[in-house]
């Protein structure tokens, strides 16, 4: 069983398009993290949410955190191919336990930003 | 950002040997560390996570005798794994947790690539 689901798996799009990938679960997260990952290098963190309903923008990217902080989405405006990359987001303190740092993951997004 | 290094960044080993991964954290203090290992097109599964000073804590399905875990010093981790076989190829990721911070956040070290032929 998954905890966090990730969608969509894949995604290819244009440069210059917007696109929106979701990170759902049916357990509470004391907080969730977003990472990109580039082939054959470690993730690297791009936000952390602790807040239910927080939102929080990253330049072209833009991060919520769902009222009741069992979801999360991640918004790129006008992607592009530098945008390309593993997209995962992993939760900390499951069912609201508080932050040990064992972080439970998502099965990533792959997106593929296309010239 | 804090830092996280591995080393070494790949390495092949013959099977029934036995290879060491250090993880450092480069600019805090790091009481507890965990690692994760990735397969191709995979996310990162939890192996285990390594306390300074004392046993780590694995997780279900882990061999703890194959993945031997030190954390002898508040900036330094090792992962061993003993007698390793071609299914132990993966790519070892480690990571650290800097509390200092609010929120608290959580670096990954560049990973190391083990090979085992």
């Known amino acids: 069983t998954q905890l966090l689901e990730q969608s969509p798996q894949f995604l290819s799009i244009q440069e210059g398009e917007n696109l929106t990938v979701y990170c759902n679960s049916s357990?509470?997260?004391?907080?969730l993290q977003w990472y990109r990952q580039e082939p054959g290098e470690g993730p690297v963190l791009l936000v952390t949410v602790v807040t239910g309903g927080e939102v929080k923008k990253l330049k072209r990217l833009t991060f919520q955190f769902g009222d009741a902080r069992k979801d999360s989405s991640l918004h790129i405006t006008a992607a592009q191919t530098g945008d390309t990359g593993l997209y995962l987001c992993a939760g900390d303190g499951i069912h609201g336990s508080g932050n040990t740092g064992k972080l439970i993951f998502g099965q990533g997004t792959t997106l593929q930003v296309k010239p | 950002g804090a830092v996280v290094s591995q080393h070494p960044s790949w390495v092949i080993c013959k099977s029934g040997t036995s290879v060491k991964i250090e993880c450092r954290s480069l600019d805090f203090q790091a009481t507890t560390m965990f690692w994760y290992r990735q397969f191709p097109k995979q996310s990162l599964m939890l192996m285990a996570t390594?306390?300074?000073?004392?046993?780590?804590?694995?997780e279900q399905g882990v061999e703890k005798d194959k993945f031997l875990i030190n954390h002898a010093s508040l900036t330094l981790s090792t992962l061993t794994v003993t007698s390793a076989h071609p299914e132990d190829s993966s790519f070892y990721i480690c990571?650290?947790?800097?509390?200092?911070?609010?929120?608290?956040?959580?670096?990954f070290g560049p990973g190391t690539r083990l090979t085992v032929t």
């Open positions: 990571s650290a947790r800097d509390w200092s911070g609010d929120p608290y956040e959580q670096y």
């Open positions: 357990s509470v997260f004391s907080s």
């Open positions: 390594s306390n300074e000073g004392s046993k780590a804590t694995y």
